[in-house]
């Protein structure tokens, strides 16, 4: 299977999708002008990847802002983790958050009570 691989920009995270190594992050800023174009391809691949998942994954989520269309695309890549959950695979998702930015921690607390996976809330040290 290949590794998902895409570079930041100003307005899309930096996503590394890699069964290989078991790391699975999407990390920075999502505002893209194009919710669906850029979060399509994402998805398609965790579609194809939970066709043959590894026995663990953990995904990364970290973010330092998205927009409320991208909170609905991030909905759809939880509920897939769910899924494979649900078929008794192990997953964890992490959710990293800036330590004094309170709505990007809601936003991981209200995601975990709606997926209802094995989900770890961690603040990052101020720089």
């Known amino acids: 299977m290949e590794r998902l691989h895409l570079e930041p920009t100003l307005t899309t995270p930096k996503v590394i999708f ?8 999407i990390q920075g800023k999502s505002l893209p002008e ?3 174009s850029f979060y399509t391809p994402l998805i398609a691949w965790l579609d194809d990847y939970m066709k043959n ?3 663990t994954s953990l995904f ?3 973010f330092e802002y ?21 078929k008794g ?13 309170a709505e990007l921690e809601e936003a991981g607390e209200e995601l975990a009570e709606l997926i209802s996976v094995p989900f770890k809330l961690v603040p990052k040290p101020e720089m």
């Open 18 to 25: 890699d069964r290989d190594s078991g790391e699975f992050t």
């Open 34 to 36: 194009d919710v669906k």
């Open 53 to 55: 998942p590894n026995k």
């Open 60 to 62: 990364e989520f970290d």
């Open 66 to 86: 998205f927009n409320t269309a991208s909170s609905k695309m991030i909905l759809i890549i939880m509920n897939r983790i769910k899924e494979l959950f649900k």
């Open 89 to 101: 695979y192990e997953v964890q998702i992490v959710w990293k958050f800036p330590q004094q930015d």
